[in-house]
């Protein structure tokens, strides 16, 4: 993980998410149309928190998100997703 150039702000984080798959167990391969996107990633970035209302997930935190859950956004060639704390469904 390299260094952000992007803080989020309140109670936002941003999300790096996994590689969707592409293989099935049985083997077969999956084509981009149509993979599944990924439900879960790792924390790269966080934000201060609201006031009374500190975060609960830190940095490098392996998390579950919902499918439609934040804003997708390119960084230095990568992609990332930028969301609420409470769009997070679990740590892993």
Do not use: C, F, H, W
């Amino acid at each position: 993980m390299s260094e952000l150039s992007i803080k989020p702000l309140a109670d936002r984080v941003v999300v790096e998410p996994a590689a969707a798959e592409t293989k099935t167990a049985s083997g077969i391969i999956i084509p981009d149309s149509a993979k599944e996107k990924p439900q879960e990633g790792v924390i790269v970035a966080v934000g201060a928190g609201k006031k009374d209302e500190p975060l609960t997930v830190k940095v490098g935190d392996k998390v579950l998100y919902g499918k439609y859950s934040g804003t997708e956004l390119k960084l230095n060639g990568k992609d990332y997703l930028i969301m609420r704390e409470s769009d997070i469904l679990a740590i892993v």
